[in-house]
């Protein structure tokens, strides 16, 4: 189940043909794979975050690393919960979780949202920890993510924490190069059902 992931070879590949080539293979095993997990990431959730109040974290779709029992048991432990939302002219923003029955779906294809008033990234500072989505992330701490780009910016966002940790099936925390462009920003840990890894990223970041 948790075999090593098989990326193509992207040599001679501009950096968004090769981006475009290693997400297709990660959706593929997403598709096949993803309904086998649960809530393997709880405790994994919880020792990250141990000790801090205020965390982002994110709603998961059908195919990404479930997040629904990450998050009540995150709101269980006590702390205050941050998610993304649509904001004012389809911006992204943040909101605070309370609870999932206040989820709601905004718009389709995109995961259920809190209901409550929606801030811009600069509600960020006031977070202690971040559990971000993505489909890949290597050893150094390089990030593959959906290529929308609006994780990229928000952790650009000033005097944000460093303690971020991208949640990702086993098979996606990969021992070799991922494509980088300047948007890109390096991730200092991983959070895997196991528990969580910190990359080379965190002692140059």
């Known amino acids: 189940m948790n075999s090593a992931l098989t990326l193509p070879d992207t040599v001679g590949m501009d950096v968004e043909e090769a981006k475009q080539a290693i997400r297709a293979v990660i959706r593929d095993r997403r598709k096949a794979k993803a309904h086998l997990f649960s809530d393997e990431w709880v405790e994994s959730a919880l020792a990250f975050t141990h000790g801090f109040s205020t965390v982002a974290c994110y709603v998961s779709l059908e195919t990404e690393p479930p997040t629904a029992a990450v ?59 971040m559990i971000i989505p993505g489909l890949a992330l290597s050893h150094a701490g390089q990030r593959m993510g959906q290529g929308g780009g609006w994780y990229d910016r928000a952790l650009k966002t000033p005097q944000i924490t460093h303690r971020i940790a991208q949640m990702i099936f086993p098979w996606e925390f990969v021992d070799r190069s991922l494509p ?14 196991e528990g969580w890894v910190t990359t080379e990223a965190a002692t140059t970041i």
């Open 71 to 129: 998050l009540d048991a995150l709101a269980d432990s006590g702390k205050k919960i941050l998610l993304p939302k649509l904001g004012p002219g389809l911006t992204r923003a943040w909101a605070e979780y309370r609870g999932r029955d206040d989820l709601e779906l905004l718009a389709p294809g995109r995961p259920p949202e809190p209901s409550g008033d929606a801030y811009s990234n600069d509600i960020l500072t006031s977070v202690d920890a």
């Open 180 to 193: 980088q462009d300047d948007l890109d920003v390096l991730i200092p840990f991983a959070l895997l059902p």
